[in-house]
């Protein structure tokens, strides 16, 4: 189990309620700054990622 740090991810509320989740993030460049960006081709494969993961037994 990965040790708690309840730190400013939304998942921590949860946790500190004692329900697990995951966070995955999504693809990200300059994160936080002005020039955060992300492009099409991928969130397209993240989505697609997304979609496998929910639907693998």
Same mark, same amino acid.
């Given at each position: 189990m990965a040790k708690k740090s309840? +730190?400013?991810s939304d998942i921590n509320s949860l946790i500190k309620n +004692?329900?697990?989740g995951l966070n995955i993030? +999504?693809?990200m460049h300059n994160?936080? &700054?002005?020039e955060?960006? &992300?492009t099409v081709q991928e969130i397209v494969?993240? &989505?697609e990622l997304i979609k496998t993961l929910m639907t693998q037994p």
């Open positions: 309840f +730190g400013g +004692g329900i697990d993030y +999504g693809p994160i936080h &700054t002005n955060e960006y &992300t494969s993240f &989505t």
